[in-house]
């Protein structure tokens, strides 16, 4: 099985399954597990921010941000397409009382800073009272820059506003960008963050860990974060074990994310050179990479064929349906993570192409 579905299906390497079973542990509920606590301060200094709270997941850490920064009411400035808004079960509002205020992306994956600043409210009795920006970084596999960051940051300073990141994979935008211009991938990191009230970073995604997400701040606003994880179900005892398997991850698993994004471009490459060679680039467009994220925009009919050939090669990836002006298409999504190496990427371009034969043939 080739599994291109998400970098969440990612399994934990030896070295990390003997580490997470001779983990230190203690009750991290009262605060006393000395693995969470290495993890939560190796992370903060590493991204310079004052504390950091381990919690299961990514949705979690986002709404934990959100319900710290917000109050019942209170406004939070989305993306349409951000995983706070659109993929975690309306859960700022269900659970936080928060209104979002959806606004729509650039084609690059940014929001217009000037759609951020004609969104946020007036002090009047009539409207939520804006009080969050919320930037996601990567965007469905798109970068967002040093500079936009650092312009969303401002913005959000001069109006008075707390933002956050959710920096699921905060480090494959830092990877990207450090390899345009040679500069290191944890100082990278640094510059994306740098200024923001929080940020919310997956360990169980691209960098490999089996279970957890961290969520970094000020001191007094990680005490806020604890008490809105315990709400929320996410206060974890001997956690240490799950711990030891991020700290892990941050240390040895950061850099090798150079790999998942080589692949993905060979793997788009090919997809490309395929269409083009098979006259089936109306049916099958694979789009630019930034990242380990490759989405392919197919016609309806062609998408069923063509995952139905991926299926029966044991190459699993996930789509989704949606009406363009030339009619209904499929958005396919593969995703390269640790567990896919190059001899895999040849594999799914060799059942790809034997797809695209027979599609051909059967014309």
């Given amino acids: 099985m080739i599994d291109l579905r998400s970098d969440t299906v990612t399994r934990p390497t030896a070295l990390m399954r003997e580490l997470m079973a001779k983990a230190e542990v203690g009750d991290d509920v009262f605060g006393d597990d000395p693995s969470v606590n290495q993890l939560q301060a190796y992370a903060a200094e590493l991204l310079d921010f004052e504390a ?33 808004y659109k993929w975690e079960g309306g859960g700022m509002a269900v659970l936080g009382s ?35 920006i919320v930037v996601e970084n990567t965007t469905g596999g798109q970068v967002l ?3 936009y960051m650092q312009q969303l940051r401002q913005l959000a300073q001069q109006q008075g506003l707390a933002c956050h990141i959710d920096g699921a994979r905060i480090f494959n935008a830092a990877t990207a960008l450090a390899a345009k211009d040679g500069s290191d991938v944890y100082q990278k990191a640094r510059q994306l963050v740098a200024g923001y009230d929080s940020v919310s970073v997956c360990l169980s995604k691209g960098l490999g860990a089996p279970v957890g ?25 001997q956690a240490g074990i799950l711990a030891a398997a991020g700290l892990y991850a941050l240390q040895h698993q950061v850099r090798r994310l150079t790999e998942d994004h080589d692949n993905a471009t060979l793997l788009q ?7 083009a060679h098979y006259g089936l680039t109306e049916l099958f467009v694979p789009a630019p990479v930034q990242s380990n994220i490759l989405f392919c925009d197919l016609a309806a009919d062609f998408a069923a064929f063509y995952q139905q050939q991926l299926q029966q090669q044991g190459i699993l990836c996930t ?23 190059r001899q895999y990427i040849e594999q799914v371009l060799a059942a790809s192409q034997h797809a695209l034969q027979l599609w051909c043939k059967q014309q």
């Fill in 52 to 84: 950091a709270l381990f919690a299961p997941s990514g949705t979690m850490t986002n709404l934990i941000a959100l319900m710290s920064h917000c109050q019942r009411g209170d406004e939070a400035i989305v993306g349409q397409n951000w995983h706070t």
């Fill in 98 to 132: 928060i209104q979002p205020q959806p606004l729509p992306h650039q084609p690059d994956g940014s929001i217009a800073l000037a759609d951020i600043a004609g969104a946020i409210k007036p002090d009047d009795p009539h409207f939520a009272r804006t009080r969050l």
């Fill in 145 to 147: 820059s040093v500079e």
């Fill in 213 to 237: 997400s961290l969520l970094l701040g000020s001191a007094d606003f990680i005490k806020k974060a604890v008490r809105v994880r315990k709400m929320l179900g996410g206060g974890m005892r």
């Fill in 269 to 275: 490459q090919g997809l490309c050179a395929q269409a």
């Fill in 319 to 341: 789509g989704g349906s949606y009406q363009a002006a030339q009619g209904p298409r499929v958005r396919l999504r593969f995703v390269t993570h640790l567990d896919i190496s």
